[in-house]
């Protein structure tokens, strides 16, 4: 099992561009999410599934957009990108929600100037 | 409003003694308290987790301890080693139907090894 697989790695983008976080797993969960962790800080949730077809906001939506069109993968789009969402991005994944570990993805290193 | 916090950023441990990482919330609500590492430059990973009907959980070198009377978290690292260079969040989760599978983290504690 690869479990939680993210691309790019890292990317900078200028103000303005929009770009979309890929996100796949291969455990079959049907929970994912999606975090940004600035330096120094923890995670904050910015957008959720918890099946296909099904997502919702988290803490920090705005400036973001999702989709969950199959089990495996769930994108998140950046559109406008703006100097505020230079960031890591993380992306997790869960058999359920409630009392269940979420697996990780390397993360998503991105910078915008 | 919620919150989970650490009380200390940086916690510098010779090789070969126990740590100890603490943390608060302040939710009492919560239910499920979950411990990642997370090494430079990787995601977090799962150490171990505890439900709130549980005072006490031990894992592999590692044991978790809940004070639901002061709101307590806090996890326990014996004969901490080089590889146990890392930092550390705790989060918890509310145990209301909207925070299902939410959990709201902390901002970590660094861990240093020294030896």
């Known amino acids: 099992n690869a479990g939680v697989t993210q691309t790019p790695k890292f990317r900078i983008l200028k103000i303005g561009q929009s770009m979309t976080l890929q996100c796949t797993q291969d455990?079959?969960?049907?929970?994912m999410y999606w975090y940004r962790q600035d330096p120094g800080m923890g995670l904050k949730l910015i957008y959720y599934?918890?099946?296909?077809?099904?997502?919702d906001k988290g803490e920090v939506p705005n400036g973001y957009n999702v989709s969950r069109s199959t089990t495996e993968d769930f994108p998140l789009r950046l559109e406008l990108a703006a100097p505020s969402q230079t960031s890591v991005y993380f992306c997790?994944?869960?058999?359920?929600?409630?009392?269940?570990?979420?697996?990780f993805g390397p993360g998503t290193r991105l910078t915008v100037t | 409003g919620e919150s989970v916090g650490l009380h200390l950023p940086t916690l510098s441990v010779q090789e070969g003694d126990n740590s100890i990482i603490n943390c608060a919330y302040s939710?009492?609500?919560?239910?499920?308290f979950i411990w990642y590492k997370q090494e430079s430059g990787k995601g977090p990973q799962f150490i171990i987790d505890?439900?709130?009907?549980?005072d006490k959980r031990q894992g592999q070198r590692v044991t978790v301890l809940l004070n639901k009377t002061v709101k307590h978290l806090s996890l326990q690292i014996a004969a901490t080693q080089p590889g146990d260079s890392a930092v550390y969040f705790c989060?918890?989760?509310?145990?209301?139907?909207?925070?299902?599978?939410?959990?709201?983290f902390g901002a970590g504690t660094q861990v240093v090894v020294t030896p």
């Open positions: 505890i439900r709130s009907n549980m």
């Open positions: 989060a918890e989760k509310g145990a209301t139907t909207d925070s299902w599978g939410k959990l709201q």
């Open positions: 455990m079959n969960h049907n929970y």
């Open positions: 997790a994944s869960s058999y359920a929600g409630g009392a269940y570990e979420q697996y």
């Open positions: 939710n009492s609500a919560s239910d499920y």
């Open positions: 599934s918890v099946g296909a077809g099904i997502t």
